[in-house]
């Protein structure tokens, strides 16, 4: 039974012609609501993810849409080359379980994944488990139930884990990167289910990071396509910057990461908030968090050398002797630092996959 | 209670576009191989385009490769291979 005011009793009182599907949009009966039909249903037709699913009826999307243009198209989507309209991104959102007010975060992450310098068809085809991060930044965090503080990465928080598994679901279905199918990733990851943290704005002691990337609005949308988060903590130097960023340079500096081939490629260092305070408490800047990484996460050259045949690099890499120590990424600009997280000594490393840059967007209507 | 739901995955866009025409013959045909960069392709495509020169009388020009094999063919690359060649052997494999 659902409350007075909820968005489902609110969308039984518009014009039931706004609820007729779509030109290409299908609509399939189900015998009964239980979300064993749905599950069963999903998986004969090859969609989901594997995990129960809210039924997308027309009055739950209707709802979801929020009055938006249900037919305007967002993005076309590869490697399925599917039309990514805000009404089958809806659909996918209900699925996911988000509230009606995450739809335009939604359609801000699917936009900016479908900008070219992201290179989503090779996210999604490639053997490589990449997956793609959302990052919300600024107002909405609050307003929307984001959660950027203990637990970020999950699990826990409604408005994460449904957004994350949104785009994944989006990705599934109007992309085609299933696996075996579209997605051809040997392993997998965890984050190929769910991945969507907030930054914690409040506990950052330097300006946010969409205003560090030329971003001027009270909300942002970035997506950026890595691995899984790799842990580091320091509890040894009473927040020391360099104890604590050479382990940060550590987790960075590895043969094991597709960045490792592409100097070229970003990190996405996301640091906890004591982490950041001890670090700016030292005088450092965003920048200097930067350059330190780049100076420290490096190998000696004949070590990438000798791992791998093709490579990326910059001239002056190639011409590095083997014993001298490269950089695993070619400019202090491609370390992104952001703060999110609660309390604890501890931060992360995303590398990306290699060939994709990050995309950072004003927050849509 | 029976339900309506909507699939997931909507529509496929974006354009259409049609193959070009298959060769009659390779015979004085000039064949190119582009090197998508996985590992060992040029090998194996290198071994693909000798024994094509050895069973016809195809022309072998050459390979070229792309960057990486993750990203699309540079543009001006692709042009230099339509114009300087009628068949062209790429593709991709881990």
Redesign the interface.
Same mark, same amino acid.
């Given at each position: 039974m659902t409350e007075p005011g909820t968005p489902i009793e609110a969308a039984k009182t518009l014009d039931p012609d706004q609820l007729v599907?779509g030109?290409? /949009?299908? @609509?399939?009966? %189900?015998? /009964? /609501?239980t979300p064993e039909t749905?599950l069963e249903r999903?998986e004969e +037709?090859g969609?989901g993810d594997g995990l129960p699913l809210i039924?997308?009826?027309?009055e739950r #999307?209707l709802a979801m849409l929020g009055g938006a243009d249900p037919s305007e $198209?967002i993005a076309?989507l590869p490697p +399925? +080359?599917? @039309?990514?309209?805000r009404?089958?991104l809806a $659909?996918?959102a209900v @699925?996911a379980g988000c509230r009606p007010g995450l739809l335009p975060v939604l359609t801000t992450a699917i936009r900016a994944l479908a900008r070219p310098e992201v290179?989503l068809r090779?996210v999604n085809a490639?053997?490589h488990p990449v997956a793609p991060l959302v990052i919300v930044h600024g107002d909405a965090v609050a307003e929307l139930g984001f959660n950027a503080g203990l637990g970020t990465f999950g699990p826990g928080s409604r408005s994460n884990a449904a957004l994350g598994r949104a785009v994944r %679901?989006v990705l599934l279905? $109007?992309a085609?990167a299933r696996p075996g199918v579209g997605d051809?990733s040997t392993q997998g990851q965890p984050s190929k289910y769910a991945y969507c943290i907030a930054e914690n704005r409040e506990a950052s002691p330097w300006e946010s990071y969409p205003h560090s990337c030329g971003i001027d609005a009270r909300s942002a949308v970035t997506v950026h396509c890595g691995e899984n988060p790799h842990n580091f903590h320091d509890m040894e130097r009473e927040g020391d910057p360099a104890s604590i960023l050479d382990k940060g340079a550590s987790v960075m500096a590895t043969l094991g990461s597709n960045n490792a081939p #592409?100097s070229s490629a970003e990190f996405f260092v996301v640091l906890g908030p004591e982490h950041a305070t001890s670090i700016a408490g030292a005088g450092w800047s965003r920048r200097d968090v930067q350059s330190y990484l780049y100076e420290r996460a490096r190998l000696p050259a004949g070590d990438f050398r000798r791992a791998f /045949? #093709?490579t990326?690099y910059r001239a002056w890499e190639n011409a590095l002797s083997d014993s001298d120590p490269k950089p695993v990424t070619d400019h202090p600009d491609n370390i992104r630092v952001l703060v999110a997280g609660g309390a604890g000594k501890h931060s992360c490393v995303i590398p990306s996959w290699?060939?994709t840059r990050s995309v950072t967007a004003a927050l849509e209507d | 209670?029976?339900?309506?739901?909507?699939?997931?995955? *909507?529509?496929?866009? *974006?354009e259409t576009r049609e193959l070009a025409a298959p060769l009659d013959t390779l015979a004085e045909r000039r064949l190119a191989i582009l090197d998508n *960069?996985?590992?060992n392709a040029d090998v194996l495509m290198q071994r693909m385009a000798n024994a094509l020169v050895e069973r016809t009388a195809v022309q072998y020009t050459g390979m070229s490769r792309k960057? =990486?094999a993750? =990203?699309p063919c540079d543009a001006e690359l692709l042009a230099n291979l339509a114009q300087n060649a009628d068949l062209v052997i790429t593709g991709s494999a881990?």
């Open positions: 599907a030109d290409s /949009d299908e @609509l399939l009966s %189900l015998a /009964d /609501d749905l999903f +037709r969609w039924p997308p009826t027309p #999307v $198209i076309t +399925r +080359r599917g @039309l990514a309209t009404r089958a $659909i996918n @699925l290179n090779g490639t053997t %679901l279905h $109007i085609g051809a #592409v /045949d #093709v990326q290699g060939m | 209670m029976s339900i309506q739901v909507f699939a997931p995955d *909507g529509a496929v866009g *974006g *960069g996985k590992p960057q =990486t993750a =990203t881990d």
